[in-house]
């Protein structure tokens, strides 16, 4: 087996010119990242619009792996939040329902032909924002064409999609039936807002008489005939439409973890849009950037920002509007969900800490989100050793603006990379891990084949198996068997291997053994704080417990270390109390301080 930091592993889009991160702009109450366009600028410019919820989180690096590959062509591009979603400010008064959100998009659009100089426009929107993009087009000038990609066609339909998504996302983190957000259209952890969702219930673009750009790209997913129809309506309608099969949706949009970017897709999207927008010479003057940009809220001010080396690094800063307290938090980010985090917890954190005094960073790592692929760096990042440079970066930028100390916070893989940083650099003065899956990756384990195969632990299936829920799941064939045996089966192998832990350094499992302990000592020899928080059954249970013993007693000689088991709260920590309590535990650990 090949160990992450192998060359095999470096993706040819490392091989590129390294990329600073986008611009961070604010318009509309709410944070954009408007890419500039490389050498000769094309007469038009790109408006990202974003699908709602779950399909958000595993677009948004597809949106910025497009925003990089448009530059080269000379676009322009521009992509943000919906107001009450992402980064954006909450304060955000919904009553009037969609048409918020159509606002923003037209104040975005305004902001894009400002910035760029390119007063055409090219709408690029991925299932909600696909059907908002034909929705709003006719309110803008100069639209010069719209792609589709997985277009929300029929509101009605996708709300009924939605819900039956929702639950699947439920069931895989396994949330019991009265922890699950029900009388509301929601998907992991995300609340539509009730006067939205009624409105995006009555959409239906095949009302819309009039094409709402003379150019249209459908990108068709498989096994939908409402995507071909509507493209075959625009065409009916006058409009020159373009149709490209979606290959590689269902890889994309089925897990943010471990989803595939659609590559071949992403090449047929540049060269369509190399053809659509032509070069132009500006006839204006095109105005400065803005250096610093700032979002204003009831107890904080936020702050977008690029840092790092080559300002390669997209976060955030929130500094509390009162006098500052207690260190500053850097909050982890999760495999590839975005710095906002599962449900918006990261900014729910962020703002809860300032409400307390305590500022915080959050950020992408690289080749997550926002941030663009460190040079050389493998394509699978998650588990990789190159991930604490974009830790000591993030220290950097504490330091930078004067907000020392520093404390880590992370979850899952967040929670691995906060313990590695920590061990590796001794500015990190505290840390706060949750639910993490190693302490010290094994090089023989291949990362993508642990995300498919370890979101249960074995005691997970056995707690499972005595509900009634999962008995009349299996008699009506829902739950894939085959694949939970499989599972299992390799569970209990590995928990068979780790065994030859106690050969010490004669056996594999032996050395990674004594390298926790050396790096726990590292921890407590420096007097180091690290809370440690497991949810009960969590699948790294049982390699604390392999590690530390079954009642933790082997960590009594780190007396820095405490270790918290959060009873009924799955991986994400999803349900309201458990996401109290961490952020709780945080805002304690760092008034330490």
């Given amino acids: 087996m090949r160990a992450i930091g192998d060359p095999g592993h470096v993706a040819a889009q490392s091989e590129r010119e390294p990329a600073a991160a986008a611009q961070p702009v604010t ?6 990242l408007y890419t500039s366009a490389k050498g000769r600028q094309a007469a038009a410019s790109v408006l990202f619009l974003s699908p709602w919820g779950f399909e958000e989180m595993c677009t948004r690096k597809l949106w910025r792996i497009l925003a990089d590959r448009f530059t080269e062509i000379g676009v322009a591009s521009l992509r943000f939040d919906y107001p009450g979603t992402g980064d954006s400010l909450d304060a955000v008064d919904h009553g009037t329902g969609l048409p918020l959100w159509e606002d923003s998009i037209v104040a975005a659009a305004a902001e894009l032909r400002r910035l760029s100089g390119a007063h055409r426009i090219v709408l690029v929107g991925h299932g909600l924002g696909a059907a908002l993009a034909g929705i709003v087009a006719p309110r803008l000038t100069d639209v010069e064409a719209i792609v589709m990609m997985a277009p929300v066609v029929e509101g009605r339909s996708y709300l009924r999609e939605l819900a039956a998504w929702s639950k699947m996302v439920d069931e895989g983190l396994g949330l019991k ?22 409105e995006v219930k009555t959409l239906a673009l095949s009302r819309l008489e009039e094409p709402p750009a003379p150019r249209i790209l459908v990108v068709q997913r498989p096994n939908q005939p409402r995507d071909a129809g509507i493209a075959d309506h625009f065409e009916a309608c006058g409009a020159d439409v373009g149709r490209l099969p979606y290959t590689g949706y ?48 009831k107890d904080f001010i936020e702050t977008p920002l690029r840092f790092g080396e080559g300002d390669r690094l997209f976060g955030i800063l929130c500094h509390p509007l009162g006098q500052r307290r207690g260190a500053t938090v850097i909050q982890l980010g999760t495999a590839y969900d975005r710095a906002a985090g599962w449900g918006r917890s990261s900014v729910e954190t962020a703002r809860y800490l300032a409400s307390n005094g305590v500022a915080s960073l959050r950020f992408d790592a690289a080749n997550v989100g926002d941030s663009p692929p460190a040079p050389a760096a493998p394509e699978q990042v998650l588990f990789a050793d190159s991930q604490v440079a974009d830790v000591r970066a993030a220290l ?22 906060a313990f590695r940083g920590a061990v590796a650099d001794a500015r990190c003065k505290a840390a706060l891990v949750v639910n993490p899956y190693t302490y010290v990756w094994d090089h023989e384990e291949i990362v993508d084949e642990a995300l498919r195969q370890t979101a249960r632990s074995l005691e997970d299936y056995r707690s499972r198996a005595l509900r009634v829920e999962t008995l009349r799941r299996l008699a009506a064939g829902d739950i894939d068997l085959a694949r939970a045996v499989l599972n299992i089966s390799k569970q209990i192998g590995r928990r068979l291997s780790a065994r030859s832990v106690r050969l010490g350094s004669l056996s594999r499992q032996g050395r990674i053994h004594e390298a926790i302990h050396a790096d726990f000592r590292i921890l407590c020899d420096r007097g180091v704080p690290l809370t440690i928080l497991y949810s009960g059954g969590d699948v790294g249970l049982h390699r604390y417990r392999l590690h530390f013993g079954r009642e933790g007693a082997g960590m009594k000689r780190y007396p820095n270390v405490a270790v918290e088991i959060v009873p009924d709260a799955d991986h994400n920590m999803s349900p309201s109390f458990a996401r109290v309590l961490v952020r709780d535990r945080i805002l304690q650990m760092a008034l330490k301080f």
């Fill in 27 to 32: 318009v509309a109450r709410t944070v954009g």
């Fill in 250 to 297: 269902e890889d994309l949009v089925s897990n943010p973890s471990i989803a595939r970017q659609p590559e071949a897709l992403v090449e047929k999207l540049v060269n369509w849009l190399g053809r659509v927008a032509e070069p132009f010479e500006p006839t204006t003057s095109v105005p400065g950037l803005p250096k610093e940009v700032v979002l204003h809220g």
């Fill in 396 to 417: 950097d930028i504490v330091k930078a603006h004067d907000l020392g100390p520093a404390i880590l916070a992370g979850r899952c893989s967040g929670a691995y990379l």
């Fill in 177 to 198: 039936a009265d922890q699950r957000m029900t009388g509301h259209i929601a998907i992991a952890g995300l609340v539509m807002p009730d006067q939205v969702a009624a």
